[in-house]
């Protein structure tokens, strides 16, 4: 069985010093192939020389949590790498770009209208030079979506892409699928109280769903520690997610939809390369 993890921040500082070890218990694990989206365009040469290096995929963009942190230059650096990097095989598509309604310090009129415009703009880019894109949604859906649909209306389609770590309303989930785009799963559809998100993934057309880690972050139940748990043991901490984790969290939405193990491999890998095409050439010959 061959796994696509879709989503996982490689060049996250929880994974310093242990990469080649996250990547080996990966592939060990049947992790062929990991996508590493950019958040910020300084991480933009840590995640193509990671790709690079051990065999994987990226992806640049802004996210909009880093909007703080990235300079009004952003777009540019954005427009300025897909350019120079348009040739590289290993630059699968934009992102991570989109819009969070849901953290407190991103919610006031200023901040959300700097997202937007982040977003819109990144969208635009991504839309001109026929990438897919790479979304990060939470609580903002119908705005994303709203940008989406006007560039669909422009004529030429969209590239498609993967909505990640989706958990919004079945409706919402149908307006992107409609539009071509993916949904990723990961480790919060392992969690039983997660009943919207399970529902998705279990009602959703096969054809839409991927996949993913988000790797290190959204652990799956079994590394996840209450703060109950964490005030009685101190040494329990929340365990680090990481790619190996792929296979189990698949266990979760081959039971939803009543698969098996090697169909839902198959099936998740398909629409992996169905999102994003790059991938194609990139998989090891036995997996595809
Ligand atoms: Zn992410």
Known sequence: MRWVD??????????????????????????CMQV???????????????AHQHG???????HPLWLRQASDQAVQALADALVAHAADPRLVAVGEIGLDHFVPALQSPEARAAQETLY??????????????????????????????RLHAQG???AGGIAHAFNGSEQQAMALVDLG??????????????LQI???AQSLPAEALVLETDAPDIPPHWLYRTAEQRANHPEATTGRNEPA??????????GLRGWSLEETAARTTANALAALPRLAALMPASAV
């Open 120 to 149: 819109a703009e990144q969208l635009r880019l991504a839309h001109a030079g026929g990438w897919p894109v790479i979304l990060h949604v939470r609580r903002s859906a119908d705005t994303l979506l709203k940008h989406l649909r």
């Open 181 to 194: 785009l993916k949904l990723g799963f990961g480790g919060a559809m392992t969690f039983d109280r997660a």
């Open 6 to 31: 879709t989503h996982c921040h490689l060049d996250a500082p929880e994974f310093a010093g242990d990469v080649d070890g996250v990547v080996g218990r990966a592939r060990a694990a049947g992790v």
């Open 156 to 158: 030429r389609g969209l």
């Open 198 to 200: 399970r529902r998705l």
């Open 245 to 254: 984790e792929l296979p189990r969290i698949a266990h979760t939405l081959a």
């Open 36 to 50: 590493l989206p950019a958040v910020v365009p300084d991480h933009f040469a840590a995640v193509q020389q990671l």
């Open 56 to 62: 994987l995929a990226y992806a640049l963009g802004t």
